[in-house]
Nanobody
Framework: QVHLVESGGGLVQAGGSLRLSCTAS????????MGWYRQAPGKQRELVAV???????NYADSVKGRFTISRDDAKNTVYLQMNSLKPEDTSVYSCNVKWGGWPWRSSWGQGTQVTVSS
């Protein structure tokens, strides 16, 4: 059994910052890529940021320069530092972890709400 738990969401004013954390536990092993996604009501889920096992990162154009993804493999944790938040960042943020070697598996957390007021 694999369990992913996100934390760090909340309500902030525009221009503020939040740091999201996602920790994997249970029978997970050989963690590969880790990422953050978001989905607002009435919209499709979109990729926010991904970090590979080698530390390479990719970001959605809308968050480049404002968000930073990082990982701590010793803690099986991925972080998303969000600065200069905008109202359009309001969404449910979920983490995703690719793991297990071949065949690769993928697990999702339940999500954490981020609300940015103007």
């Amino acid at each position: 059994q694999v369990h992913l738990v996100e934390s760090g969401g909340g309500l902030v004013q525009a221009g503020g910052s939040l740091r999201l954390s996602c920790t994997a536990s249970g029978s997970i092993f050989s963690i590969n890529d880790m990422g953050w996604y978001r989905q607002a009501p009435g919209k499709q889920r979109e990729l926010v940021a991904v970090i590979t096992s080698g530390g390479s990162t990719n970001y959605a154009d809308s968050v480049k320069g404002r968000f930073t993804i990082s990982r701590d493999d010793a803690k099986n944790t991925v972080y998303l530092q969000m600065n200069s938040l905008k109202p359009e960042d309001t969404s449910v943020y979920s983490c995703n972890v690719k793991w297990g070697g071949w065949p690769w598996r993928s697990s999702w957390g339940q999500g954490t709400q981020v609300t940015v007021s103007s």
